[in-house]
């Protein structure tokens, strides 16, 4: 199975910038699409972006389209997330996950993805 390990998150204030990285294992990256997910503590997880796992498509939520960039490394094994103009409403513990269809990201079941990473704190004071 693939293994995701997060990291990046910190303290920002608002209109400021942070990268997020997320780094693969133990399966071929290559073959899998990956996606950043957040969550702020007693709601549902929420779709941020996803990416192909070529690189070549990628989709982003309304509440970020035009200040998140997601993109990916197939050398590195790493997908990251650049964050610009920072707003107090995306303070949240941010996930990375990947899955062999890029569809999938999309599901509604979020245990459907074939993996998860442990996730990193994103903090954006006003």
């Known amino acids: 199975q693939i293994q995701l390990v997060e990291s990046g998150g910190g303290t920002i204030q608002a209109g400021g910038s942070l990268g997020l990285s997320c780094a693969a294992s133990?399966?071929?990256?290559?073959?899998?699409?990956m996606g950043w997910f957040r969550q702020v503590s007693g709601k549902d997880r929420e779709f941020v972006a996803t990416?192909?796992?070529?690189?070549?498509?990628?989709y982003y939520a309304d509440s970020v389209k035009g200040r998140f960039t997601i993109s990916r490394d197939n050398a590195k094994n790493t997908v990251y997330l650049q964050m610009n103009d920072l707003k107090p409403e995306d303070t949240a513990v941010y996930y990375c996950?990947?899955?062999?269809?890029?569809?999938?990201?999309?599901?509604?079941?979020?245990?459907?993805?074939?993996?998860w990473g442990q996730g990193t704190l994103v903090t954006v004071s006003s």
């Open positions: 996950a990947a899955d062999k269809a890029i569809a999938t990201m999309f599901a509604v079941n979020r245990d459907a993805l074939d993996a």
């Open positions: 990416i192909s796992s070529s690189g070549g498509t990628t």
């Open positions: 133990g399966q071929t990256f290559s073959n899998y699409a």
